[in-house]
């Protein structure tokens, strides 16, 4: 059935939810552990979660990981049998453990060495908790059966099945209904689909009571039926099956003796005697077919009913199906140019094609979609390290766990977040004095949230810390040439600094954010996944940091335009409204500069044709579309284009294993003609155009 | 015809990793007949519709352990008469000798190799 790898990679699936099932766990202790008031079966649920990983892990050797589970399930075992009092420093202690174990699963499906530093003294921790008698004793190693005197079970396999069902009879149903039970709203048919249920159901029904047409009273019932039902479950639980047209039929119910299944029993011993015989074989599995089908239901029934699915068959899945709405798009373009779609059945049946075409689409996207909660508690350790090492106490909240976000997305947010999350910490939290003399709690609080916000998912970290200290800000990035000391810059701006390549406001290198990995990395990182990041802060009140992301990497609902004879796709998402602007409401700033009025609003005029490098200079903006687009920071610019074309999903085409990151392009698209499209970023590409909007973009200088 | 032809086992254990480690110990040995259940109540129901010779299963599991399925497949008129093995991460005497007075007719600790398992089958059913 199996070969070891698979179970292999059966069980660190399994560790996965194990690992998760033990951080939830801990999480609900944690709640009520001041007055003790969790559920003791939570901490059984711990243990047990502990208890599997080391069951598991012993079968495939991983010598570590069952030394270490071993002591972490003794330290639990003592709390469940009520030897150890929970507390917060035993539960701080627990939360270690788990961390550690979750690396020691990490190493070990990976196969490398796991992680050194910390374990030894955890060991030496979990030890500590735990009543010298009731030390973790190395584990006996006696798995030898001979030593326990255990009687052979009286098992003759000639004689008979052990445990043979013998309860099993058939029930003869008569089943006439009166004149009424039609009128007054009753269906026999969907009684007889509920007895079906108890067991094995034949229906034969009479006639006979049928008079001529004539004489017919259509809403009367004249038939009557005969229902034979194999089952174990007593007449009282077929009597209420009826129990609804109780007084609107004639019931007779008899019980006919043992059912089928006894002579099934008689087969079966056949079988057990005579194997080679296929016809006894063949009765068997058909008289066991609706006794299987119970019994998957059962063993079934209470487990969730998801599937694992190799993530490779999603994609491919997702891979055609992004072909497919290509293939649509060729496919009504050529119908368009034949010019037959004039045509309205044609037109109908393609409309819902392209209706179709999308539903798939999004049913495959929900497939991938993954809530963030696995991804935040990985957040809650890394908040826990970083508290522990920077010494400043952080609460952690978590908002909006169960958003679903492609699971790519979540993959590669790792990183990134969880840099944010220990500069929230590190950076963003004062020292527990510091807070003290500002009048607010010891206890830092930093905030993970994710919600979903007009076709994008906007993850915010926050903390309460004392805000970004702009005036130092200034000027270590005037100090490191990034920027000239006489730039006037907003507050906005001077936040957004910290997103520079080699920024980093720390005075001493730190052990935890002061890794040579600037915010630049992180922006980068977000951007690589068609997102944008925001600092937004409060002297005094905290910072809060935004992430902007798309919904899915596959595809994108796009305005098609026309950007000097190229076809390009803006993201529909991007674009606040568009305008064909009046000749007076375009002024020129400057020699280059062009900004056009949006109701008493000065907007830059960025002219895609010109940025891409499509034309040398602007051509007359009056007979041009303006697509107005706004960043989350408020920003807005007018994008330049010749016409729009259309406004469709297009399927995306990463450029970036190609090409690498090509700075204010997105992505490619595969158009109804067959030719490709560029996906432009909009802000991306604003903000890199060479016309700096009102003051010194600070964001334009990156990269020059 | 051997008795490994004939033999029903069911195992029960609610984690796929140790499942699969039993079931393909089984199947090693050459076993034909096998059935698995992932928590001791549908244990019950399958043995219910679907009788096995013996039954194998672990000893950790939510709601209804081991011992507790064994309990109930000896209080069980229609089951009294199952074979049981425990199988479990750690030797505990007190679940063994619990085990014993309820009626366990052998024990066998993860990890096993399959002639550990095969051995221990054996000591309860006879030469398979």
Redesign the interface.
Known sequence: MSSSAEIRHTFFQECDDLLEALDDGLCEIDEGVSDQSFDPETVNAVFRAVHSIKGGAAAFGLDELVQFAHQFETVLDSMRSGNLIANEEVLKLCHRAADYLNDLVVAGRDDVDPPKGSSQDLVEKLSGLLPGKLEAKKEENSGAIGDFNFAPAAISIMDDVPGAVSVVSTYVVKFRPHKTLVSSGNDPLLLFRELSELGELKVSADFGGIESLESLEVDECRITWSLEVDTNLSELEIREVFEFVDGMCDLEISKSGPAALGNEQETNLNQLEVDANPRSDAKISSGNDSVGRGKSGSSGGGANATVRVNLELVDRLINMVGELVINQAVLTQCIDDAGVLDNGELSTSLAEFKNLARDIQESVMAIRAQSVKPLFQRMARIVREASELSGKEALFETEGETTEVDKTIIERLVDPLTHMIRNAVDHGLEAPDLRRSAGKLETGKVKLSAAHRSGRVIIEVSDDGSGINREKVFNIAVEKGLIPADSSLKDSEIDNLLFLPGFSTAEKVSNLSGRGVGMDVVRSAIQKLGGRVNIFSKPGAGTTMSISLPLTLAVLDGMVVDVAGQTMVVPITAIVETLRPDPEDIHKLGSENTVVSVRNKLVPVVDLGVVFGHRSSAVSLSEMVLLLVESDDAMSWALAVDQIFDQRQVVIKGLESNYGYVPGVAAATILGDGNIALIIDPEETARRSDKPSESMSILAMEGK | ?A?R????ILVVDD????R??I??AL?EIGIKKI?????G??AL??????????VISDY???EMDGLHLLHALRN?P???????ILVS???DQKI?STG?QL??????????TTP?MK??IQ????PL
């Open positions: 015809m008795l032809d004939s033999l029903q984690m796929a990793t140790s699969s480690l079931i393909m199947e059935d698995f259940s992932v928590d109540k549908s129901q399958s043995l219910s519709t679907r009788p096995a010779h013996l950790n599991m939510p069980g229609a089951t009294k008469g199952v074979g049981f991460g750690r030797v063994i014993k009626g366990m007719n052998n024990f066998i600790q993860k990890p096993f550990q051995d221990c000591a309860v059913v006879g």
